[in-house]
């Protein structure tokens, strides 16, 4: 688990040591999605598609490799909150693959 996901409380004294109640986020805040959704539309291929769904964000595309290519621009270009992903191209007409998911950032399983 990534510490970008822990939100920490204040320290407090118990004893000889200092206790550090911590939360955990869940989802990602409406305006870091848009953020997000914008530098895939500004820098993605053309087929993607970039949705914002409450808490997540949901990336699409009909090419396993453009989805793996936002993955990698977003690692590379944001570091302040946790991705979790699942990347499953959809299939074409007439091709013999799975159903897609596409790309949900935010809420980790």
Same mark, same amino acid.
């Given at each position: 688990?990534?510490?970008?996901?822990? =939100?920490?409380?204040?320290?407090?004294?118990?004893?000889?040591?200092?206790?550090?109640?911590?939360?955990?986020?869940?989802?990602?805040?409406?305006?870091?999605?848009?953020?997000?959704?914008?530098?895939?539309?500004?820098?993605?291929?053309?087929?993607?598609?970039?949705?914002?769904?409450?808490?997540?964000?949901?990336?699409?595309?009909?090419?396993?490799?453009?989805?793996?290519?936002?993955?990698?621009?977003?690692?590379?270009? =944001?570091?302040?909150?946790?991705?979790?992903?699942? =990347?499953?191209?959809?299939?074409?007409?007439?091709?013999?693959?799975?159903?897609?998911?596409?790309?949900?950032?935010?809420?980790?399983?």
């Amino acid at each position: 688990m990534s510490l970008k996901s822990w =939100t920490p409380g204040e320290p407090k004294p118990s004893g000889k040591e200092y206790r550090l109640a911590v939360g955990l986020k869940e989802g990602i805040a409406q305006d870091d999605a848009k953020k997000i959704a914008k530098i895939i539309r500004d820098e993605g291929a053309k087929g993607i598609k970039a949705q914002v769904q409450g808490e997540e964000l949901r990336v699409s595309s009909k090419k396993k490799d453009d989805l793996q290519d936002v993955m990698a621009l977003l690692k590379a270009r =944001t570091s302040t909150s946790p991705c979790s992903s699942s =990347t499953t191209a959809s299939p074409s007409p007439g091709s013999r693959a799975s159903p897609g998911q596409g790309l949900g950032a935010g809420r980790s399983p």
